[in-house]
């Protein structure tokens, strides 16, 4: 186990997710990698920092299963980075694209939160716990073609 305990980063299969693994290692935290299809985690540098697990924010089930195959780690922090971009005019976007782009980016977000707070509240020391949400430049500026995804970000 790593000095600096573990931390779990949700949608690491490209981009910041799987970006923060290398550089979590670095810095002497085991990583849990998570995605939601565990096969795109191919290519993550083994080692006994490292764990790789399916994950779907918006599944209960695996949100219940990621957490319990936690349990045995002194789990600090949790980075909530899964989340996709709804493109496309808001009037051509059919009700259930911008309630997919919703539960994704924000009840996901929420979803994993509950899900592995209790872990890092049992595992963190004093001054150790972070809970880190990432964000969009987009939450603040929107772009024509995204306003589902400003929306989620927002």
């Not at 977000?109 to 972070?130: V, W």
């Amino acid at each position: 186990m790593a000095a600096r305990g573990w931390a779990l980063v949700t949608g690491c299969s490209s981009g910041i997710g799987r970006a923060l693994v290398g550089e979590l290692r670095k810095r002497g935290y085991g990583v849990v990698a998570t995605a939601r299809r565990p096969e795109d985690l191919a290519g993550l540098p083994a080692g006994e920092d490292l764990r790789c697990l399916g994950l779907d924010v918006t599944d209960p089930a695996s949100l219940e299963a990621a957490a319990a195959a936690c349990a045995d780690l002194r789990l600090v922090a949790l980075v909530n980075n899964a989340g996709y971009g709804q493109m496309g005019p808001l009037e051509l976007l059919r009700p259930e694209e911008l309630r997919a782009q919703l539960e994704v980016n924000v009840v996901g977000l929420h979803a994993a939160t509950r899900a592995f707070l209790p872990l890092i509240r049992r595992s963190a020391g004093p001054g150790e716990g972070r809970i880190v949400h990432e964000a969009s430049v987009l939450g603040r500026l929107s772009i024509p073609m995204a306003g589902a995804y400003n929306a989620s970000k927002h």
